[in-house]
C-alpha cells in the first residue's frame, strides 16, 4: 500500500485519495504496534493518531516512508529530528483547528459564568437559580497567543468584554496586541485584574509549571479559568491551593495529561476543576478541514520527485480556517 490511515479521514477525503493511491485503513493497528511495523516495510505515507509515537526505532521498520501526518496539534510524540534526517516530511493540520478550540474556550467561559446551565445539562432539572455572570463589561485576561487567542479575542470583544493579556513570548510593544485589541500588561497585572483568564500558551518544555504559586498568589478572588494549552504548564499543588482558597473559582481545562487529576494528585478532590478529553479541536467542521488538508499535502508528496525540497514541518495555510475554502461535506458523514 501506499497510504496507511490510522487514524479517519472524512469519506470525501478518503475516496478523494483512493482515488488516486493504494489507501488502506486499519485503525486497530494503533493498539497494536508489533503488527503495526510489520505493515510499515511499503508504506510511503501515514496517518496517526494522537497515541502512536514517531520515534527512530518506529522510522527504522518505515525504509519507504515519505510522509507521517497528524489530524491533531503537538508534536510531542514525533521525532522531528529523526523525520529530519529520514527525510520524513512532518505534516499536521495545526491551523484546522483554530476556530474550534476558540470556541471552546468562549463556551467554558460562559458555563464558568452560568453554572446554573452546567446542572440543567447535568439532569438537575430543579436545581435551584443560581446568580451568574455576563461576559459584557468583564476583563478577561489572556495568558498566550495562540493562534486560538486571536479567533477569541474577535468574538470576546465583540461581546462587550475588555481584553487584557501576556505572553512571555511576545514584547508587549509588538502591534499584535493593537490588532487583537487586547491591552498588554504584566503576568502579576493579569492575575490581579482579570475576572477571568483563557490560557492558550504554545507549549514549550522551558513552561514546565509556569503557572506557580508565585503566578497564582496575586489572583483575584472569585476568577474563572479556561484553557487549551498543556496541563504541564500548571504546577498541581499552586493550582490545587488556588481552588481550595477561593481565588480561583473554577477552572475547566481541555486535554489534559494522564495522571494530572487522577488519585493521590493534589488536584483529584477539586470538585471545582472539569476536566474536558480535547474536545476543543473535535468539531465537524474542523475535522472537514483538517481532512482535506492532510489529504492534499499527502498526494503532494507522492507525486514529487523522491528528492523534493520542502520543510519537516508544515501547517495549514490560514485559509483552511474558513470552512468555505474547502469541499463541502454533508454533516452527517462528519462523524
Not at 489529504?295 to 523534493?308: D, F, G, I
Request: glycine share 6%; charged share 20%; aromatic share 6%.
Amino acid at each position: 500500500m501506499e497510504i496507511l490511515l490510522l487514524e479517519r479521514l472524512v469519506p470525501e477525503a478518503h475516496a478523494w485519495l483512493e482515488a488516486r493511491h493504494q489507501v488502506a485503513y486499519r485503525p486497530e493497528l494503533a493498539a497494536e504496534p508489533a503488527e503495526l511495523r510489520k505493515q510499515l516495510y511499503n508504506v510511503q505515507a501515514l496517518v496517526l493518531p494522537r497515541k502512536v509515537a514517531v520515534t527512530r526505532e518506529f522510522l527504522d521498520f518505515a525504509p519507504v516512508l515519505r510522509a507521517v501526518a497528524r489530524m491533531h496539534v503537538g508534536t510531542d510524540n514525533t521525532d522531528l529530528e529523526a523525520c529530519r534526517d529520514r527525510r520524513v516530511r512532518v505534516v499536521q493540520a495545526i491551523n484546522a483547528h483554530v476556530r474550534s478550540n476558540a470556541e471552546f474556550l468562549l463556551a467554558s467561559l460562559l458555563l464558568l459564568y452560568r453554572r446554573g446551565i452546567g446542572a440543567t445539562l447535568r439532569g438537575e432539572r430543579h436545581a435551584p437559580g443560581t446568580i451568574g455572570r455576563e461576559v459584557h463589561g468583564s476583563t478577561i485576561g489572556f495568558l498566550g497567543l495562540a493562534p486560538s487567542a486571536h479567533a477569541l479575542a474577535a468574538m470576546l470583544d465583540s461581546l462587550g468584554a475588555k481584553l487584557i493579556g501576556y505572553d512571555p513570548a511576545v514584547h508587549h510593544t509588538a502591534s499584535i496586541w493593537q490588532r487583537l485589541k487586547i491591552r498588554p500588561v504584566t503576568l502579576q497585572e493579569l492575575t490581579a485584574q482579570a475576572d477571568a483568564v483563557s490560557v492558550q500558551v504554545l507549549y514549550a518544555s522551558r513552561y514546565h509549571h509556569f503557572v506557580n504559586e508565585a503566578v497564582l498568589a496575586n489572583c483575584r478572588k472569585g476568577q474563572v479559568w479556561v484553557g487549551t494549552t498543556r496541563s504541564a504548564l500548571f504546577e498541581p499543588e499552586a493550582l490545587a491551593a488556588a481552588l481550595k482558597d477561593g481565588r480561583i473559582e473554577a477552572a475547566m481545562l481541555d486535554g489534559a495529561e494522564n495522571g494530572f487529576a487522577s488519585r493521590g494528585t493534589p488536584l483529584h478532590d477539586a470538585q471545582n476543576l472539569h476536566l474536558t478529553p480535547r474536545l476543543g479541536s473535535l468539531t465537524r467542521e474542523s475535522r472537514l478541514r483538517a481532512s482535506w488538508y492532510v489529504a492534499q499535502r499527502l498526494h503532494e508528496t507522492l507525486t514529487a520527485p523522491r528528492n523534493s525540497g520542502y520543510d519537516t514541518i508544515l501547517s495549514a495555510p490560514m485559509g483552511l480556517d474558513n470552512p468555505e475554502s474547502v469541499p463541502a461535506s454533508r454533516p452527517q458523514d462528519l462523524v
